[in-house]
Structure formats: structure tokens, C-alpha cells
């Protein structure tokens, strides 16, 4: 190849803006296409809002939609950890009576890969309506799978060689778990992890399309949608998915400083 | 004085009765001087690394006695007499260089202190001082399998077994590799196994070479390196050190006539 070298080098200010360009321009591109479209071909405001009417009502609601998503984003993360400590021990068990995996790990797929929000009216149903819990018991049942089955893999797919080695030193169960079984099953809790950030926002917005107080990010985008007001709908939205990108990138920062060492983080820690 | 390994009539077979039955190793008789470097050699499917890790007690015999320091395989390791080394360095790839190697002594519950300083000692061993924050991704091969001997030697253990330790390294690296095993060896004076399957490797490093032959493996003859020591990059290019190759060689070629 001639011309142009690539070198490594510090990412300057100028690397940045060429990095993130692309992404920067599609987005306004996005936009403006949007507005356009809905402006030329004079479309429906209920069918499709032009951006900037949904920017307007977003700022107007602001107060609204802010505290809806506060409560929907509480209710998910309440859920979420639930789930995740309720997924972790029971691989933890499994982990010490190998039978508990045996019997249950089939069962877990198989749960897993069945539409779970499915239960949400049924959880409206063994909570109070407008409690935290019937929606953070669906997020929580949502999580719960993923994270098990993937701290079950890591705990227990260790190669034989690490096991071995701890063998060799005379090592204790306890400490093939806390030393060997435990960090190497960290990769594989935190992709569940990052899954079930996503999973649980969802989980919680569509479990309050079947009810609860009216306070609900969810209850707010099905009930302003029924009035036609889908200005107000699309700003409940922009806010859901706000909630879905700050939760992910919490979890993303809680694991660069929880394992510096693992292979998706290279990038990060720096040679 | 007691004999660090010896085997006596020691048969292994895998999975006896069933369609996939293997006898891996038949009539073994080999004793291993304390301190003395021995290598295991021999193609793949001689049962040489399975031969290593029932000395290690990671593989049971099928009958035979195996004897280590004068105790069982089993209490022997229980009593940390082995230090290991894989074919693949096996880090443990959430801790640094220095508490890889501070492991062992972790799990045998020695003081921090203890701990640190030597791991220290190890990592000046094998020359890695300056590694020891670095997580195992940041190094070479050839320089994470010097953090699994420093690792391997960090309890001193009295008999050091490695398994094909530098079979994934290129063969520069490999070379410097053997000299810095050789030094180590004359430094701490630990017995080592060695498993090879090549032959001036075995010759280079050992004072004595078991050759073994394939299917059932069995040991076919073993060679006596007498070529003076210490040993350096002027002992490859000895006289005596190709007729020893030969020596070898020949061995293993009859084998594979028969």
C-alpha cells in the first residue's frame, strides 16, 4: 500500500470528530429527512409528528415525561436487581450441587426463549396495580433467565487446565470458587448484564401498557396515543429510550472498572 | 537416599471394557534421581504426557505404584511437591503478572508479605521484573510461559513437571527459553519432568532422555547425556551433542521398525 501511513497515535480532538462524524451526520441527515418527508407529503400529524413538534412538546412536558421516565426507570432498575442477585445465586448453587443445574439448566432455555412480558397482566394482577412490584416483577423475571444461565456457563465452563492448577496447589473447593470460578464467569454476568439493561426497560414499559397509575412512562405513551396526542407519545418515547442508553452505559462503566483485564476492554486499559 | 519419582509396573488403560478403549501406557518402570533434569520423549500417542501427569497425580495408573519423594502421587500432591507447566501458559487472566505468581502461596495461606517478596524473587528468576502489573494479555507467549514457570517455582516445590512447556513458542523464543529453564534449574536445583517431542530439545536440556515408543506407549530405551554443564548455545554445535541426537534417533527409529 502507498500513500497515506496509519499510525497508532493518541486520540487527538481531530481523531474524535472524524470518529463520531458519521454517526453525527446520519443522525441530523435522519432528522431533517424526517421533517421534510412529513412536511412535503403533508402527512397526518397523528400519523407521524415532524420532529421539531415533537422537540416543542417535549420541552412543554418536560416536567411530565421526566418524572414518568424517573418512575419507569426506578421500577426497571428495582426489577433488574432483583433479577440479577435472584440469577447469580441460584448459579451460585448450582455451581456448589451440580444436580441443581442439571435438573433446572433445560428448563431456564427453555424459559428463557418464551415472551415473559406476556405475564404482565398477570403480575397487574397478584400486585397492587399501581405499586412498583407487578412491573418490577416482569423486569425481574426478565433478567433473572439471562443472567442465570450465563453465570451457570462461566462459573462452571473453566478450563481444565485452571482446575488442574488450583489441584495441583491443594487448592479448596472454596477456593477454586472465589479465586477461579467466580472472575472467570465476570465476562459472561456482565453480557447478561448489558442484554437485561435493555430487556428490563422494555420489560417495564410494556408491562404498564396493561395499567397502573398514571404516572407510568408506559400508561402515559398508551393513553396520550389513544387521545391522538402523539406529539406527547413520541417525547414519552425519546425519553424510554434515554432511559435504555443511560442504564446500558452505567453497566458498561460498572464493568471497565470491575475487569480491566478482559479482552473487550484492551481499548480501555491500555498497554 | 530416596528416589524423587519412581514407577514402578505401571500400565494405564482409557476407558477399559468400552469400544473406545486405549491402552496408553504399558509396563512402566523409570526412577528419577532428586534433582536430576529428565525428559520424556517420544511421538504423539507414545503416552508421555499422560505418563507426566500421573507422576503429577492428574491421572490415576491403571495398576502400578507410583512413589514420590518416598509418598504416594496423591500425598504428594496434597504436601504441594509439584510445581506444573502446561503447553499453554494457563494465566489466569484477571490477575497481574505478580499475583499469578503470588497464587499458590495464596491458596497455601502464606503471609502477604511472604507472598510479595517472592514473588518478587520469581519474577527476577525468570526476568520479568518490570511485567509485574501488566495482565496477561499485555505479554508475549514466551513471556507469559516465564510467568507460569515463576508461578510453576514459587512455592518450591520439590519437583517441577512440564508438559511441552514451549511446544506453542517459535523456535528463537524456544531456544532462549531452554537456556533460562537450564539456568533455573541449576539455580533452585529442583527436579524437573520434561515432556518433548523433540529431540534436540531433550538432548539440549536433559541428563537423561526416556525415549518412548507409540501404541502401547512403552519406554524403548533411555540415553544418558553426558555433555558438560552448564549448557549453552556452544553446546548445540558440540560434537557429542549430534552424536547424542543420533543416539536418540536411532532409538526411535528402531521403535518404529519393530
Not at chain 1, 417535549?58 to 426497571?76: C, H, I, Q
Not at chain 1, 448450582?94 to 404482565?120: C, H, K, Q, Y
Not at chain 1, 471497565?256 to 484492551?266: E, N
Not at chain 2, 529442583?190 to 539440549?204: D, G, L
Request: aromatic share 10%; proline share 6%; hydrophobic share 50%.
Amino acid at each position: 500500500m502507498t500513500g497515506a501511513v496509519t499510525t497508532r497515535r493518541m486520540p487527538s480532538v481531530g481523531t474524535a470528530v472524524r470518529h463520531y462524524l458519521p454517526a453525527g451526520l446520519i443522525f441530523i441527515g435522519g432528522i431533517a429527512l424526517w421533517e421534510t418527508v412529513v412536511v412535503v407529503f403533508d402527512i397526518e400529524r397523528f400519523l407521524l409528528p415532524q420532529p421539531s413538534r415533537i422537540a416543542r412538546v417535549f420541552v412543554d412536558e418536560f416536567g411530565v415525561v421526566v418524572s414518568a421516565g424517573w418512575l419507569t426507570m426506578r421500577k426497571a432498575m428495582f426489577g433488574f436487581a432483583i433479577g440479577a442477585i435472584a440469577g447469580i445465586s441460584m448459579a451460585l448453587l448450582t455451581s456448589r450441587w451440580p444436580l441443581i443445574r442439571d435438573g433446572m439448566m433445560p428448563f431456564a432455555v427453555a424459559v428463557n426463549s418464551t415472551p415473559i412480558i406476556a405475564l404482565a397482566p398477570i403480575m397487574n394482577n397478584w400486585f397492587p396495580i399501581t405499586s412498583i412490584w407487578p412491573g418490577a416483577m416482569v423486569v425481574a423475571l426478565v433478567v433473572f433467565f439471562p443472567v442465570m444461565i450465563n453465570a451457570v456457563r462461566g462459573l462452571s465452563e473453566v478450563p481444565a487446565g485452571s482446575l488442574e492448577l488450583m489441584d495441583s496447589y491443594g487448592a479448596a473447593p472454596r477456593d477454586v470458587l472465589f479465586k477461579v470460578r467466580i472472575p472467570h464467569s465476570l465476562p459472561y454476568v456482565f453480557s447478561a448484564f448489558k442484554v437485561g439493561t435493555t430487556l428490563s426497560i422494555i420489560a417495564a414499559v410494556v408491562s404498564e401498557y396493561f395499567g397502573g397509575s398514571r404516572e407510568n412512562l408506559g400508561v402515559y405513551i398508551s393513553q396520550q396515543a389513544a387521545l391522538f396526542h402523539f406529539a406527547e407519545a413520541w417525547a414519552a418515547i425519546l425519553v424510554a429510550s434515554f432511559s435504555g442508553i443511560v442504564f446500558y452505559l452505567a453497566v458498561v462503566m460498572v464493568e471497565r472498572a470491575v475487569m480491566p483485564w478482559h479482552a473487550s476492554m484492551r481499548n480501555v486499559a491500555g498497554t | 537416599m530416596t528416589s524423587a519419582v519412581a514407577i514402578a509396573a505401571v500400565d494405564k488403560v482409557f476407558n477399559p471394557g468400552s469400544t473406545d478403549q486405549v491402552e496408553a501406557l504399558r509396563g512402566i518402570d523409570l526412577t528419577v534421581a532428586p534433582g536430576e533434569f529428565i525428559s520424556l520423549l517420544g511421538p504423539s500417542g507414545c503416552g508421555k504426557s499422560t505418563l507426566l501427569r500421573i507422576v503429577g497425580d492428574l491421572v490415576t495408573p491403571t495398576t502400578g505404584t507410583v512413589a514420590v519423594n518416598g509418598k504416594t502421587a496423591p500425598q504428594a500432591r496434597k504436601d504441594r511437591d509439584y510445581g506444573i507447566v502446561f503447553q499453554q501458559a494457563t494465566l489466569y487472566e484477571w490477575r497481574t503478572v505478580v499475583r499469578n505468581v503470588e497464587l499458590p502461596l495464596e491458596v497455601m495461606g502464606r503471609g502477604k508479605e511472604e507472598r510479595e517478596q517472592r514473588a518478587r524473587a520469581m519474577l527476577d528468576l525468570v526476568q520479568l521484573t518490570e511485567f509485574a502489573a501488566h495482565f496477561p494479555y499485555q505479554l508475549s507467549g514466551g513471556m507469559q510461559q516465564r510467568v507460569a514457570i515463576a508461578r510453576a517455582l514459587s512455592f518450591e516445590p520439590s519437583i517441577l513437571l512440564m508438559d511441552e512447556p514451549f511446544g506453542a513458542l517459535d523456535e528463537m523464543t524456544r531456544e532462549r527459553m531452554q537456556a533460562e529453564v537450564l539456568r533455573i534449574w541449576a539455580q533452585t536445583g529442583t527436579t524437573v519432568v520434561f515432556v518433548t517431542h523433540s529431540i534436540p530439545e531433550a538432548v539440549f536440556l536433559s541428563s537423561r532422555v526416556v525415549v518412548m515408543s507409540a501404541r502401547p506407549g512403552r519406554i524403548a530405551g533411555i540415553v544418558d547425556i553426558d555433555l558438560p554443564q552448564p549448557r549453552d548455545e556452544v553446546t548445540r554445535e558440540h560434537p557429542r551433542f549430534y552424536e547424542k541426537l543420533t543416539e536418540v534417533r536411532e532409538i526411535l527409529r528402531s521403535v518404529d521398525r519393530s
